[in-house]
């Protein structure tokens, strides 16, 4: 791990200081620090549980957000085989910041459509840090629309901040892309399952995320603003975000118990980015899972079965 | 349970028994600064009669000059929970619900009808952007349902005027699921074979630009309209540029294809109108003011039988 959230500085401390000991005991062979070392793994480690077990909602974003927590990308690469990229809106360009194609999940063929944030600087450049452009969700239109008619199941994998706020976007249509995404999802006659990996930021995430299951991992977030725009419209102050991912109830348990969300992955100990191979497995058991039960369900009764899910929310609000 | 089944009889409404005297009775155009007298204003739709400059103009206001004789139903929407997140800003949300009410003397940020345009009957949904700046909450997706349902039901058109900021943050992801949710009242119409005619107006923005205000069989525009989904102040902050003169107002989206018709307000009506008559194969309407239409006694209900 190079990468500590701020909230985990006290872990980064007792770590570094394990890590520093068993530095110099590898230099000094008549020094045996292994029990000390260990007693800080053991802090280390009950210190982490302490701070995962009740995450705030600010917290939860900034681990949705963590650098380091499995992307698309990684998803598609462990979970999938056969994986061929399929690329471009037919219209203007190929989208980096949303990947798709044909694959395999298991012994089913399917297409996977997702956001990709990149690793490191280029990636992310190149990717425009998972904010999809008109393109994007045109690609993805297109890609929906070659599943159902080879009645393949589709899985999107939600991670982006949202839309891209640039000048050829607006010019292009962002907005009516949204729309037409959104509306192939609620059109196509087979499953549509969609993971939050990440951040499900606002209508760049319903366009892909207007699924017939929406699945979120234990730490994802999926919020109509991010908590810092909120901030800076409702309190006039972008630095009152903590105050504004409160408000907005953003967190996957919140939206399970509104029923936006129909299923928590559970994550490792720590956070995906701690295990993103456990991260990766749990999603694929989950999605496998969720396809088998839409199995069951033929075109119309899928189609039916995802505008009912939508008619219904909002039947319940939370506790206080 | 379906909100067909739930439909309650719509309640007969005409402007004129709302129509206040304005307080003021001149009002300065905030384009030119000219001083418009209010008969006069609201005779010319709230268009500066000096410079067309479209200014707002309530639900009530445009249904009163849309239907005939400025009189129409309104169509009963299903009530949402009251804050469902017990949402709370500066402001509790229940508090700046109580003080839109007492400001706009409206229940919420839409307005569903019915009635005859020219003899020709529709129903249609009109946004609100006095009410919290239109924003979309619960309410505004149950009353676009409302109105798609009872289009279908009664096989008319649906004209809906747009106008807001975006989604109801305060209702935090209840009011981002009002995208798919309006979609399926889009789905409705596309489904049943019935026009659904989106006239946007200043400003038209956010989740509601990118759900049922860009998924219409035809996009009418009024003038100089902003309409986008990143506001130009977001972008100017993220591209480090000024935005070219005229930037996602509406005959920069009709330039760039975004749009069918940019559309003054005086000529809205007719031209709803002859587009609706046409696209619904119906013989051309009989243009001018008409009165309201007679009103036909209510049949009585037929006694349940088993
Ligand atoms: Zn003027």
Redesign the pocket.
């Known amino acids: 791990m190079k990468n500590y959230l701020e909230f985990e500085k006290p872990l980064a401390e007792i770590e570094g200081k394990a890590e520093e000991l068993r530095a110099l005991a590898r230099q000094n062979d008549e020094m045996d620090v292994e029990k000390e070392a260990s007693a800080l793994d053991a802090k280390a480690e009950t210190l982490l549980k302490d701070l995962y077990a009740d995450l705030s909602p600010w917290r939860k974003c900034q681990v949705a957000r963590h650098p380091e927590r499995p992307h698309c990308k990684d998803y598609i690469e462990a979970l999938f085989t056969e994986y061929t990229p399929l690329a471009g809106d037919r219209n203007f360009a190929d989208d980096h910041a949303v990947m798709g194609g044909l694959a395999r999940l298991g012994d089913r063929s399917v297409v996977v459509i997702g956001h990709e944030k990149g690793h490191d600087t280029n990636t992310r450049i190149e990717r425009n840090f998972g904010m999809a452009r008109p393109e994007g969700y045109r690609k993805a239109v297109r890609l929906m629309d070659l599943a159902h008619r080879f009645n393949l199941p589709v899985v999107t994998l939600v991670d982006t901040p949202g839309a891209y706020p640039g000048k050829g976007a607006e010019e292009r249509g962002q907005s009516e892309a949204i729309a037409r995404s959104t509306q192939k999802c609620l059109e196509i006659g087979v499953p549509l399952v969609s993971v939050i990996i990440g951040e499900g930021g606002s209508g760049g995430a319903v366009a892909f995320a207007t699924a017939n299951r929406v699945a979120m991992l234990e730490h994802s977030i999926y919020s109509v603003i991010s908590p810092e725009g909120c901030a800076s419209i409702l309190w006039k102050d972008a630095e009152k975000m903590r105050e504004a991912a409160e408000a907005l109830r953003l967190t996957a348990q919140d939206l399970h118990k509104l029923g936006v969300c129909d299923r928590i992955i559970k994550e490792p100990f720590g956070g995906a980015q701690r295990d993103p191979k456990a991260a990766i497995e749990a999603v694929g058991k989950a999605v496998e899972a969720i396809l088998d039960d839409l199995s069951k369900l033929d075109g119309p009764a899928l189609i039916k079965d995802r505008r009912q899910k939508y008619l219904d929310l909002g039947a319940q609000g939370l506790a206080a | 349970m379906n909100w067909i089944s739930n439909y309650v009889r719509p309640r007969i409404n005409s402007i004129f028994s709302r129509r206040e005297v304005p307080e003021n009775l001149w009002t300065k155009?905030p384009?030119?600064g000219?001083m418009l007298f209010h008969r006069e204003l609201s005779d010319n739709f709230n268009v500066?009669s000096?410079?067309d400059?479209h200014m707002a103009m309530s639900p009530r206001e445009r249904f009163g000059a849309l239907f005939d004789g400025g009189v129409f139903s309104e169509v009963q929407v299903p009530e949402p929970i009251a804050d469902p997140l017990h949402f709370r800003d500066q402001k509790r949300y229940p508090d700046r619900m109580r003080e839109a009410r007492r400001t706009t003397g409206e229940k919420e940020a839409m307005l569903v009808a019915e009635g005859e345009m020219m003899r020709t009957p529709v129903v249609a949904a009109c946004q609100d952007f006095s009410f919290m700046a239109g924003s979309m909450g619960m309410y505004v997706g149950n009353a676009i349902i409302a109105a798609a349902e009872r289009a279908v039901q009664m096989r008319r058109p649906l004209v809906l005027f747009s106008a807001a900021g975006g989604a109801r943050m305060q209702e935090g992801i209840l009011s981002l699921m009002q995208m798919p949710r309006t979609t399926v009242a889009v789905e409705m119409l596309k489904e049943a074979g019935l026009p659904y005619i989106v006239v946007l107006t200043h400003p038209t923005t956010g989740g509601v630009t990118a759900s049922y205000a860009m998924l219409g069989d035809l996009h009418i525009a009024e003038p100089n309209a902003l309409i986008c989904f990143a506001g130009p102040r977001v972008i100017e902050q993220t591209i480090r540029e000024k935005l070219p003169e005229g930037f996602q107002r509406a005959e920069y989206l009709l330039d760039h294809g975004m749009l069918d018709r940019v559309t003054h307000r005086k000529d809205m009506k007719e031209e709803l109108v002859t587009v609706i008559r046409m696209m619904m194969n119906m013989p051309p309407a009989i243009k001018g003011d008409l009165p309201a239409p007679e009103v036909e006694p209510e049949q009585p209900e037929p006694a349940e039988t088993s």
């Open positions: 155009c384009e030119c000219t500066c000096n410079c400059h």
